[in-house]
Every structure is written in structure tokens, then in C-alpha cells.
């Protein structure tokens, strides 16, 4: 399922107000959200707060098309340079990566726009959600703020398969220099 950007920021803005264009930008790309990250803020870098190997929930399962009890990668990082500017979440079937990528991933230190890139993987980005939330605890404590959460979702597929699954968070309150 791919969403109307569009539609879903109109809807978020009737909820929280106007979005700033970068917000706007951040939330429908179907590119690099690490890319957009260095032309804004200088070159970004990645602190990984977990990455683990571990069996797929029947939720994420589904999401990937792949069975319950596969092995994936789930990785949290956050993305930033002297401030933390986004909180991504994402989940790998192992299945689908071959040992070079898989290398660069357990590195973790390497954002997955660039792994993809540096790889020549031929993908698109699907978003399935953007909304906005209340902060979890973690993430007030990430941001400091309690600021509400503009979030997405989306899967990059490729050869037709969704090779990773993304959600990535950011402060309401970030991005938003226009105003």
C-alpha cells in the first residue's frame, strides 16, 4: 500500500498546524532521507542504540512477506551530527542480503541510504504510513523534548521484495526554521 504524501500532510496539518517545507520534504521522499539530512545540516552520522539478530515477529512478518521466526535485522539508530535529527527503526530480512551488504550493515555505523547506494542496489521507497504521535518515553529522552512525533513508514523494495522496513520520528518541533 502506498499512501498519498500529500493527502496524509494536509491531514496532519489540519491537526497540528502548518508544516514547514522541510517537514513536508522529510515525510513524502522517496529518496535518501540521510541525503536530504547532508545538504540541511552537513554531513550526518549514525549512533546505533541496538542491532540484533533476532527471530520476526508475526506483525513485522507480514510486513515483509517473509514466515514468523525468520531471522532479521533490527537496527535503531539515530541519526544526527551535533544534535540528534531523526529516530529510524528498521527491520532486514537476512534472506534477502548478500555478505557484502550484510557486512556493511553489522558495521552499523554506515546509514542504509549509503550502504544501498555504495552497493548500486536499484530500489524504491514505498511509504505505508505518516502520521503524527505522542513521544514514547525513549524518544522524549532521545530529543528532549515532548514535543509530539512526526513519523513514516516505508518499505524499500527490490527485484519486488521489500528489502528493508523503515520507521523513522522526529520532533513536531524540528525543521521547522521557515516559520
Not at 535503531?76 to 557486512?103: K, M, Q, T
Not at 530500489?123 to 525513549?138: K, M
Amino acid at each position: 500500500m502506498n499512501v498519498n504524501a500529500m493527502e496524509e500532510i494536509e491531514r496532519i496539518e489540519r491537526i497540528m498546524g502548518k508544516l514547514s517545507n522541510t517537514q513536508k520534504i522529510l515525510l513524502s521522499t522517496d529518496g535518501s532521507v540521510t541525503t536530504i539530512l547532508d545538504v540541511l545540516k552537513g554531513t550526518v552520522t549514525i549512533r546505533t542504540l541496538k542491532q540484533e539478530f533476532e527471530p520476526c515477529s508475526h506483525e513485522i512478518a507480514s510486513k515483509l512477506s517473509i514466515n514468523p521466526g525468520d531471522t532479521v535485522n533490527h537496527r535503531v539508530v539515530v541519526i544526527g551530527n551535533r544534535e540528534p535529527l531523526i529516530h529510524a527503526v528498521s527491520y532486514i530480512p537476512l534472506s534477502r542480503l548478500d555478505d557484502e551488504f550484510r557486512e556493511d550493515l553489522i558495521r552499523a555505523d554506515i546509514p542504509i541510504g549509503r550502504i544501498l547506494k555504495k552497493h548500486r542496489i536499484e530500489s524504491r521507497r514505498e511509504i505505508e504510513v505518516i502520521d503524527v504521535e505522542n513521544p514514547a518515553p525513549q524518544l522524549v529522552k532521545i530529543f528532549g523534548t515532548d514535543s509530539p512525533m512526526l513519523t513514516r513508514t516505508y518499505n524499500i523494495i527490490h527485484d519486488d521484495e521489500v528489502l528493508i522496513r523503515i520507521k523513522e520520528t522526529f520532533p513536531f518541533e524540528w525543521f521547522r526554521e521557515e516559520f
